[in-house]
Antibody, heavy 119, light 104 residues
Framework: EVQLVESGGGLVKPGGSLRLSCAAS????????MNWVRQAPGKGLEWVSS????????YYADSVKGRFTISRDNAKNSLYLQMNSLRAEDTAVYYC????????????WGQGTLVTVSS | EIVLTQSPGTLSLSPGERATLSCRASQSVSSSYLAWYQQKPGQAPRLLIY???SRATGIPDRFSGSGSGTDFTLTISRLEPEDFAVYYC?????FGQGTKVEIK
C-alpha cells in the first residue's frame, strides 16, 4: 500500500525556517518524481515544487523560488522541503504527492502538515 | 502562464442528479496533462481523472472526464452522498480555483 507521511510542520515566526519531511513507503520511491503542493486555510491548491527521481530536475513556483529548497534521499525513501525566509502568506497545509507521469499530477498524497507563519 | 478557470463556483444539487463541472484554460493545453481531483474537508485531494478522460485506480464509473484544447468537463452521472465535495482541475503545475458541489 502506498503511503506518504509528512512531518515537520508547526508555528514559526516571519523570517524563520522550517524543514518538512515526507516518508514514503509501499512503492519504489527512487523511480518516481515527487511534488510538494500547499493549501492556505480555506483556499485552493497551489503547486510548490517538483523533483525528478534522481534529483536531476527541480522546479519551483515563482512564489517560493530562492527561499525554498526541495531535496530527496532515495536511500531513506524520503522527500524534503527546506523553507527559509518564511512569510505569513506561506501559511498552509503542505502535502507531498507522488508524481504520475511526470506532469506534476499527484496520484497519491500524504495527509499534509500545517505550517503557520505568525509572530 | 496558463490560467484555469472553473465554473460554476458552487453547484447545488440533490443526490441522484447529474453534475457537470467545467474547467477552461486560458490557452490550448495538452489533454495528456489534464487532471481532476476531489477533496473533502480535512482530507488530502484524491485523483479522479488523468489524461482528461482516464479514471484513476478505484474511481467509480459514474465519474467521467472529457474535453480538449481549452475546454474540459468533469461529469458525475448520478450524485451519491459521498460525492459532495470540492473538485479541482489541474494542468501541469496550475490548478483551477475549485468547484464546490453541495447538497441542495
Amino acid at each position: 500500500e502506498v503511503q506518504l507521511v509528512e512531518s515537520g510542520g508547526g508555528l514559526v515566526k516571519p523570517g524563520g525556517s522550517l524543514r518538512l519531511s515526507c516518508a514514503a513507503s509501499g512503492f519504489t520511491f527512487s523511480s518516481y518524481s515527487m511534488n510538494w503542493v500547499r493549501q492556505a486555510p480555506g483556499k485552493g491548491l497551489e503547486w510548490v515544487s517538483s523533483i525528478s527521481s534522481s534529483s536531476s530536475y527541480i522546479y519551483y513556483a515563482d512564489s517560493v523560488k530562492g527561499r525554498f529548497t526541495i531535496s530527496r534521499d532515495n536511500a531513506k525513501n524520503s522527500l524534503y522541503l527546506q523553507m527559509n525566509s518564511l512569510r505569513a502568506e506561506d501559511t498552509a497545509v503542505y502535502y507531498c504527492a507522488r508524481d504520475f507521469g511526470g506532469a506534476a499530477i499527484g496520484d497519491y498524497w500524504g495527509q499534509g502538515t500545517l505550517v503557520t507563519v505568525s509572530s | 502562464e496558463i490560467v484555469l478557470t472553473q465554473s460554476p463556483g458552487t453547484l447545488s444539487l440533490s443526490p441522484g442528479e447529474r453534475a457537470t463541472l467545467s474547467c477552461r484554460a486560458s490557452q490550448s493545453v495538452s489533454s495528456s496533462y489534464l487532471a481532476w481531483y476531489q477533496q473533502k474537508p480535512g482530507q488530502a485531494p484524491r485523483l479522479l481523472i488523468y489524461g482528461a478522460s482516464s479514471r484513476a485506480t478505484g474511481i467509480p464509473d459514474r465519474f467521467s472526464g472529457s474535453g480538449s484544447g481549452t475546454d474540459f468537463t468533469l461529469t458525475i452521472s448520478r450524485l451519491e452522498p459521498e460525492d459532495f465535495a470540492v473538485y479541482y482541475c489541474q494542468q501541469g503545475r496550475t490548478f483551477g480555483q475549485g468547484t464546490k458541489v453541495e447538497i441542495k
